[in-house]
């Protein structure tokens, strides 16, 4: 089983900063991508960003030249760096990791973080 730790959310005003971490441990073999989503209250998960492993990130448009993913593969972490942040932003926040837990390809996971609130004020 591979559990991820979510960090970093809080409250803050319109137009400043925020940094949301995301670590995995367990049984973990490889990952293949990573990825952060967001539910704000009455709307369904939406993506924010993602970066496969060796492929190209993607963006939100909402968030496009605001927010960063990187990742620390050493560490197995995903970080969200968010900046210029709006009201509408305001949601929690999930980190998604997909990958494989041994060498054979059937023994793969999928796993979600417990979310992060993240609260900005105007």
């Known amino acids: 089983q591979v559990q991820l730790v979510e960090s970093g959310g809080g409250l803050v005003q319109a137009g400043g900063s925020l940094r949301l971490s995301c670590a995995a441990s367990?049984?973990?073999?490889?990952?293949?991508?990573m990825g952060w989503y967001r539910q704000a209250p009455g709307n369904q998960r939406e993506l924010v960003a993602s970066?496969?492993?060796?492929?190209?990130?993607n963006y939100a448009d909402s968030v496009k030249g605001r927010f960063t993913i990187a990742r620390d593969a050493a560490k197995n972490t995903v970080y969200l760096q968010m900046n210029s942040l709006k009201p509408e932003d305001t949601a929690v926040y999930y980190c998604?990791?997909?990958?494989?837990?041994?060498?054979?390809?059937?023994?793969?996971?999928?796993?979600w973080g417990q979310g992060t609130q993240v609260t900005v004020s105007s």
């Open positions: 998604n990791m997909r990958g494989q837990r041994a060498p054979s390809s059937i023994m793969k996971f999928v796993s």
């Open positions: 970066l496969p492993v060796g492929g190209s990130t």
């Open positions: 367990g049984s973990i073999y490889s990952i293949s991508a």
